[in-house]
């Protein structure tokens, strides 16, 4: 797999900033993620583990991260797969422990062969391990035999540092943006009345494929009720006339990933009604991406897209009751608009695409103090789901799901658009919907 493109210098800040943190009597074990198997001996497609990508950026499978103190100093240690012909004539070339110490941010390199005695003999010689457990079963039962030594969660003190982006990440984090706004163009121009959502998935993974991204989780494509289903991703059906398809779809860039929704009329043209909930959810949209400022509380973005809902739907005579009725709790948001927007504002995003940093709805708090550096989603939406037997949906809207998701870097000088080359209002839309010219 080939090296992210960040500089060894942002690696090895990366290291100082968060080694500077621990007591110096530690040592560090940060393993990647295991390989999973789809089918037999198929495995799914490769994705290290986001802590070991951030701190060194290593993508194989398999290896373990370690630092350790030595005559004072940190010493950063990368136990990887060693060369080996035979499973190199089947998997491709591995970078090996030489490639590892001239190419990668680490003082050190050793084979996998040799993790279990160095961990040992390190682990007598400290009083806290930090690592991350559950991913490697046998790093796992080594530091199970560690006598003395308490175990330490690391990922508190590294989420700090990845939900604070530098001008490197910010720079990647836009070209995920720019792919995953040109893969949403691209399906917008090809639709036509009774496409495949499958068909509309492979034009936006094709994009993702053809800039050598990949995507960052699976492709949601739901035509007409389908829209109303959060994370469906079976993509299977045909969409009829008159319908919409909302489309949920991002991809990685050196592991940075994007998560862009639109929802457009497959026939090029928003009916009244679906025009009345599409332009509802943009205005609580552009009121959710204003309130991200530096200094505000992370609830302020759900805050302002709820307000806006909720006066919508009772101003569309969909909610009967004052605006203060229709959200609830100001922290749980347990009023009846809650049957048409049941999911948070937003994320963070980052290295994961629901990424680290705090900052969901339901947290006990008003959430984390917005800063400069952090990048969030801002994705309200409305869905009329027919299918539910649990409230009533007014007819006017029956089918209708609609939800408009972009990506903003948090500034000193306000919100920044990082998709905002993905166009999103109803004029931008009607006019690309099946204009392949
Ligand atoms: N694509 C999942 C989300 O928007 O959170
Ligand atoms: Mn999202
Ligand atoms: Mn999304």
Redesign the pocket.
């Known amino acids: 797999m080939s090296k992210p493109d960040l500089s060894d210098s942002e690696y090895t800040s990366r290291q100082s900033a968060f080694l500077g943190q621990l007591p110096e009597d530690s040592l560090v074990l940060i393993p990647t993620n295991p390989v999973v198997f789809r089918s037999n001996d198929t495995a799914f497609p490769f994705r290290a583990n986001s802590y070991m990508l951030y701190l060194c950026g290593w993508s194989d499978p398999e290896a373990v991260l370690m630092a350790h103190r030595e005559r004072g100093k940190w010493v950063t240690t990368l136990f990887v797969q060693p060369r080996d012909t035979k499973a190199e004539i089947w998997e491709g070339q591995r970078i090996g422990v030489e490639g590892t110490v001239s190419g990668w941010p680490v003082d050190q390199a050793h084979s996998l062969e040799d993790i279990a005695d160095s961990v040992t003999s390190h682990l007598d010689a400290c009083t806290s391990v930090y690592c991350i457990p559950g991913l490697n079963p046998e790093l796992d039962e080594l530091i199970g035999r560690a006598d003395g030594a308490e175990l330490a969660d690391p990922t508190p003190i590294l989420d700090d540092m990845r939900v604070l982006k530098s001008k490197e990440e910010i720079r990647l984090m836009q070209e995920s943006a720019d792919i995953a706004s040109a893969s949403q163009i691209a399906a917008m121009r090809a639709t036509f009345p009774g496409i495949g959502e499958w068909q509309i998935q492979s034009i936006i993974e094709a994009h993702f494929t053809t800039c050598k991204s990949r995507w960052s989780?699976q492709s949601?494509v739901g035509g007409g009720e389908n829209a109303t289903i959060l994370?469906y991703n079976s993509n299977d059906n045909e969409i009829s006339d008159g319908e919409l398809v909302l489309v949920?779809?991002?991809c990685e860039v050196s592991g940075y990933a994007s998560?862009i929704?639109r929802t457009w009329p497959v026939s090029g043209k928003f009916s009244d009604q679906q025009r009345e909930i599409y332009e509802l959810v943009l205005k609580a949209q552009l009121a959710g991406i204003e309130a991200c400022q530096a200094g505000s509380v992370w609830l302020s973005m759900h805050r302002a897209t709820s307000a806006v809902l909720a006066q919508g739907l009772i101003d569309l005579g969909v909610l009967d009751c004052s605006v203060e009725e229709a959200i609830g709790d100001d922290m749980e948001f347990n009023g009846p608009y809650r049957n048409f927007f049941m999911?948070g504002t937003g994320?963070f995003l980052g290295l994961d695409?629901?990424d680290v940093g705090g900052g969901r709805q339901g947290d006990k708090d008003e959430g984390p103090i917005l800063q400069p550096g952090m990048v969030v989603?801002v994705?309200p939406g409305l869905y009329f789901g027919s299918w539910r037997t649990d409230i009533e949906i007014p007819d006017r809207y029956a089918g209708i799901g609609v939800?408009i998701?972009d990506n903003v870097l948090i500034t000193d000088n306000g919100p920044v658009v990082l998709t905002s080359n993905c166009p999103k209002t109803i004029d931008e839309i009607e006019a690309l919907v099946g204009n392949n010219g």
Do not use: L
Request: hydrophobic share 20%; net charge negative; glycine share 6%.
């Open positions: 989780y949601i994370h949920d779809a991002g998560d929704t999911h994320h695409v629901h989603t994705e939800r998701e």
